[in-house]
Structure formats: C-alpha cells, structure tokens
C-alpha cells in the first residue's frame, strides 16, 4: 500500500513539445506529492509540489495534476527545452512523516 | 544559503568493513532524512532524525544506523559492508513546517568490492 507506481520509464520529446509523466499511489493517508528533478552526478532537486486540497499547481513552465478519486497525479512540462533532459522522480508522503515514497524515474530526453 | 553537503562524495569499500557518511543540512533546518539509490531498487528512504532522535525508520538491516549532533549535522553507518550495499546514498534536509519539503544533497557514491 505505500508504492508509488511511475511511467513512463523513459521518454523522448521533441523540443517544444509537452512532457507529460503520470504516476499512481495506493495509500490515501498520502497528503504530499512532489516532482524531483535529477541531473547525472547530482542529488534530485524539488521541482514542485502539490497538496490534495487543490486540483492542479503550475509554476512556470511545470504544472502538477490531481486526480484524488483516480489516486493519480502527473507532471507536465510545456515547451520542453534541452535543458530539462533529465531524470524526474514523483513521491508521496503524509503530514507529520518526513518519509517520502519514490516512484522508479522517468529517463527524459529533449531532442532538437 | 549553502545547500545540504555531504563528504565523502566517493568511497570505495572492501566486503565486510565498515563505512561512515557525513550530512550537513541547511542552516536553520532541523531534520535530516537518509535515502539509498540504485539503479534496481530507485530511492529508498533509510531512516530520519529530529532533534538527535530518530523519528522514522526504513525497512532496512540493523547493519544500517545513524545518528543526528546537536547541530543538526548527521551521520549514517554501514558495518559489515556487502556487494550489495553499493549505491549513492543522500541525505536531505527540511524545516520540519507545514510545507514540509525536503532539499538533497549531491550523495556519497559508496563502491564495495
């Protein structure tokens, strides 16, 4: 019950199109869902995340999705540039519990 | 604001030693997390430390323990290393606020041989 389930596992998009990323939690206790970003040799960097009180969140050109009844949320990146080729992790956790749960990663590639 | 730093960023191990990993958070948080990552299991939360105590724990063997200074620094240990037990382990920091978000550092690669 405390899996996140994450897909794709890798992607290619060309630049200026949408990324979309989508991602799936069993546990409704979750109240805390955020994207990490992770270049190779880095830790992952928090991207954004998202309360379940709220249907969607957008921050630049990232906006989370959240489906509550569907347990799904997903990550859209619009106009995505070279520099977002990287690997993004979605997570869940619950207030009070700084454990996070991890989803697999999706290897994202930005092609010319 | 300096971000979270770990040292080593790289050690190399022998089976059945014994290793110890250093996590400074930011200034001011007071939570450190610890995560292992493979490229098999993805990230795995180990264990997590508030005020010198140990609030939250991972499903991982005793082999694996931390423990948290009065000033928020941390440090994880390995004893008895295995093949296994190669990964980039990470620590990250948080407020412990109603935001709750947690900031990583760049890892320890461990390498066991």
């Known amino acids: 019950q405390q899996q996140v389930k994450q897909s794709p596992q890798s992607l290619i998009v060309q630049k200026g199109g949408i990324s979309i990323i989508n991602c799936a939690y069993e546990?409704?206790?979750?109240?805390?869902f955020p994207w990490y970003q992770q270049f190779p040799g880095k830790g992952p960097a928090l991207l954004i995340a998202i309360r379940p009180d709220v249907s969607e969140k957008k921050e630049g050109r990232f906006t989370i999705s959240f489906n509550k009844s569907a347990k799904q949320f997903s990550l859209h990146i619009m106009d995505s540039q070279p520099g977002d080729s990287a690997t993004y992790f979605c997570?869940?956790?619950?207030?009070?519990?700084?454990?996070?749960?991890f989803g697999t990663g999706t290897r994202l590639t930005i092609i010319p | 604001k300096a971000g979270v730093t770990q040292t080593p960023r790289y050690l190399i191990k022998t089976r059945g030693q014994q290793v110890t990993l250093s996590c400074s958070p930011i200034?001011?948080?007071?939570?450190v997390s610890w995560y292992q990552q493979t490229p098999g299991q993805g990230l795995q939360f180990l264990f997590e430390?508030?005020?010198?105590?140990?609030?939250n724990k991972g499903n991982f063997p005793g082999r694996f323990s931390g423990r948290q200074f009065s000033n928020s620094r941390s440090e994880m240990n390995v004893s008895t290393l295995e093949l296994g037990d190669s990964a980039l382990y990470l620590c990250?920091?948080?407020?412990?606020?109603?935001?709750?978000?947690?900031?990583f550092g760049p890892g320890t690669r461990l390498t066991v041989t």
């Open positions: 997570a869940a956790g619950y207030f009070g519990n700084e454990k996070l749960t």
């Open positions: 200034s001011g948080h007071r939570s």
């Open positions: 546990n409704t206790a979750f109240d805390y």
């Open positions: 430390y508030f005020s010198e105590t140990q609030r």
């Open positions: 990250a920091s948080s407020l412990v606020s109603l935001s709750y978000e947690q900031y």
